[in-house]
C-alpha cells in the first residue's frame, strides 16, 4: 500500500469526536472490507445487548446483577428512581464531605486537619484510583495518596515508616464491597493495630466505602467511624471508578470529579450510537478482534506518551483480563478467551522492548495514546524549530510507522491533553469496548470465576497450616515431612506442607527445620514455643 493509498485509508477509519477533540485511528490494522461486512451482524447483536443492558437486563447470570456503571455519570438513564437516589446522594455526599476535610471543618483529633490520604484496597478498589491519581493529581494536592493494595508486610510497614509523624493527620480510607476480601481486611487490621500502637483514634480518622449491610459498614457503624459512603451492587471493581471508589479519594486530591463524569457520560453517548463506523468503542472491538481472530490470539500494548498516563495500561490490565478472559462462553462451551494486556509509556519503551515489537515474535498489537498539547506554558527549543514535545511526537509517529513497515498492527488514540474530562473519556471508551468484545466472543465480561476459585484455593491452604501448627505443636520430637502430612490427615500434600513449614521457619514462627535443606526426605520439622513479638 502506498502513501496515497495509506492517507485515504486513515481518512476512511478515523473517528473524530469534536466535544472530546477526541480522535481514535485503527487504519494502520490490516482488516478489510469483507472483514468489517462478516461482522456486521455480531455488531448488531452487540449494540441490542448494551441498550437492554443499560436498561436494567440481567447482564451477570451468575449472581443475578445488573450492570450499571453507566449509571453513574448519568443517572437519568437508571431503570427507576430508587436507582437514581444511589447514584445522586453519594456523589452529593462525597463533594460534601471532600469540602468538608479541605476547610478544616472535619478534622482529626491531634492534628488541625487532613494532610494525607491511607487508601486500602485490591484490585479496582486500588488500581483504577491509583490511575487518576497519578493522571491528574495536583502537583501539590490538598491531600497526599498512599495505597496499601497488597498484603505484603514489608510493604505495609514502608507504607507506615513514609507516613511517620502524619499518620496524626492521615485519613484512612477502606475500600471494600463485601468487607470480607482478605487483602483490605488485613490492610485494615494492620492499619488499626499501627494506629493504637501509636495512641491516636481510629474511628476518628477511618471512613469506609463498601455495600450497605455488608460486615466492613457493621464494623464502621459500630466503632463509630468519621464516615460511611456506599458502594452499589451493580457496580463490577473493575467499573468502579466513577463511583465512590474513585470519586472519594479523587475529590479530597483536589481532583475535578464532576468534570469526570461529564467527559464520560459524553464518550458514553458517542459509545451507544448503534452504527460501527461512528462509534468510537466499537471501532476499537473490532480492530480487538481483528488482531486476535477474535480468540485473543494477540496481546495488547498499551504505549501512552505522557508521563501522567503511566498507570494506563496497568488499569487496562484489570478491566479487560478480568472481563474477557474466560473459559467458558455463554452457552457453556470450552473457549479459552481473553486478551493479554502489558504496556508502560513510551519513549522509555523505545529503550526497552520496542525492539521486540519491531522485530521480534509479532503476537501483539500496539495502542498509541498521543496527547497533543506537550505543557501548559511554552517549550525551549533543543534545535532549530524542534522542542523536547516535538521530539516525543516524533517517536510516537516513528514508532507507529517501523511497525508498521514490519506488518505490526497498531491503533492510535489521540486526545488534547490530559485533564478530568479527557480522562473520564478514557475510562468510559474502554469500559464499553470491552462490553461490545465480549458481546462479539459471546462471554460474560461481568463475572470473575478464576479469582473467586484462587481464593477457594488460598483459603484452603490456610486452613491447612492451622492443622500442620496443631500437629506440631502436640509433637515433642522431630517429625519428617511426609509424617507431619499423615498426622495433618493431608498425605497428598507433602509439597504444600514443605512450603508452609519453610515459611514459618523463615519468619520465626515457632517452626525450626533440621536436617539436610538440600534433601527434603531428609529434613525433620520441630516445634519450638516462641516468645511473642508485639510489633
Not at 436498561?55 to 437514581?84: F, S, T
Not at 483536589?254 to 466499537?282: F, H, S, Y
Not at 508521563?307 to 472481563?323: A, G, H, I, N
Request: overall charge negative.
Amino acid at each position: 500500500m502506498n502513501n496515497q493509498e495509506l492517507w485515504q485509508r486513515y481518512q476512511d477509519w478515523l473517528y473524530f469526536h469534536p466535544g472530546l477533540e477526541f480522535y481514535l485511528d485503527i487504519s494502520r490494522m490490516g482488516f478489510d472490507e469483507r472483514f468489517v461486512a462478516s461482522l456486521e451482524p455480531k455488531f448488531k447483536q452487540a449494540f441490542q445487548s448494551m441498550a437492554a443492558l443499560e436498561k436494567g437486563a440481567i447482564a451477570n447470570p451468575d449472581e443475578q446483577r445488573m450492570v450499571g456503571h453507566y449509571w453513574l455519570r448519568n443517572p437519568d438513564l437508571a431503570p427507576n428512581a430508587a436507582l437514581r437516589q444511589e447514584i445522586t446522594e453519594p456523589l452529593a455526599q462525597i463533594l460534601r464531605f471532600a469540602q468538608q476535610v479541605h476547610q478544616g471543618q472535619v478534622k482529626p483529633p491531634q492534628a488541625e486537619r487532613f494532610t494525607q490520604i491511607l487508601a486500602i484496597g485490591i484490585g479496582g478498589s486500588a488500581l483504577g484510583p491509583q490511575f487518576v491519581s497519578q493522571a491528574l493529581a495536583p502537583d501539590f494536592p490538598p491531600l497526599e495518596i498512599q495505597f496499601i493494595d497488597n498484603i505484603d508486610p514489608a510493604g505495609i510497614d514502608r507504607i507506615f515508616q513514609r507516613l511517620g509523624d502524619h499518620l496524626k493527620s492521615t485519613l484512612v480510607i477502606t475500600t471494600s464491597k463485601s468487607g470480607g476480601t482478605p487483602e483490605p481486611r488485613n490492610g485494615l487490621a494492620e492499619t488499626q493495630a499501627v494506629f493504637q500502637r501509636q495512641g491516636l483514634n481510629f474511628p476518628a480518622q477511618a471512613v469506609a466505602v463498601t455495600m450497605p449491610g455488608s460486615h466492613l459498614d457493621q464494623q464502621a457503624k459500630a466503632e463509630q467511624w468519621l464516615a460511611i459512603f456506599p458502594m452499589q451492587d451493580w457496580v463490577g471493581g473493575r467499573t468502579s471508578e466513577l463511583s465512590a471508589v474513585g470519586l472519594l479519594p479523587a475529590a479530597l486530591q483536589g481532583i475535578d470529579i464532576q468534570a469526570m463524569l461529564d467527559g464520560a457520560k459524553v464518550m458514553d453517548e458517542a459509545t451507544r450510537v448503534p452504527d460501527l463506523k461512528t462509534n468510537p468503542a466499537a471501532l476499537l472491538a473490532l480492530a480487538w478482534y481483528y488482531a486476535g481472530n477474535g480468540r485473543g490470539e494477540k496481546d495488547m500494548v498499551i504505549l501512552p506518551y505522557k508521563d501522567s498516563l503511566l498507570l494506563f495500561s496497568r488499569y487496562l490490565q484489570q478491566l479487560v483480563m478480568e472481563s474477557l478472559g474466560k473459559e467458558r462462553d455463554l452457552d457453556g462451551n470450552l473457549v479459552y478467551q481473553g486478551i493479554a494486556v502489558y504496556g508502560n509509556k513510551g519513549s522509555t519503551d523505545q529503550h526497552a522492548y520496542v525492539q521486540q515489537l519491531r522485530e521480534g515474535v509479532p503476537n501483539f498489537f500496539a495502542t498509541f495514546i498521543e496527547v497533543l498539547e506537550d505543557r501548559s506554558g511554552p517549550s525551549l527549543e533543543l534545535e532549530p524549530g524542534i522542542t523536547s514535545g516535538d521530539f516525543l511526537s516524533g517517536f510516537l509517529q516513528g514508532t507507529r510507522q517501523a511497525l508498521f513497515d514490519n506488518h505490526r498492527d497498531s491503533i492510535t488514540v489521540t486526545i488534547p491533553q490530559v485533564n478530568p474530562r479527557t480522562v473520564g473519556a478514557l475510562i468510559a471508551l474502554y469500559e464499553r469496548a470491552v462490553s461490545l468484545y465480549a458481546c462479539l466472543v459471546n462471554i460474560n465480561a461481568y463475572h470473575q470465576p478464576g479469582v473467586e476459585a484462587g481464593k477457594k484455593a488460598a483459603a484452603a491452604i490456610l486452613a491447612l497450616q492451622k492443622t500442620v501448627l496443631q500437629v506440631l505443636q502436640s509433637q515433642s520430637v522431630p517429625i519428617s515431612l511426609e509424617a507431619l502430612a499423615v498426622k495433618a490427615e493431608a498425605p497428598e500434600q507433602v509439597e504444600t506442607i514443605y512450603k508452609i513449614v519453610r515459611h514459618l521457619a523463615a519468619n520465626q514462627r515457632g517452626v525450626v527445620l533440621t536436617g539436610d535443606l538440600r534433601q527434603l526426605t531428609r529434613l525433620q520439622v520441630i516445634w519450638q514455643k516462641v516468645v511473642e513479638i508485639h510489633n
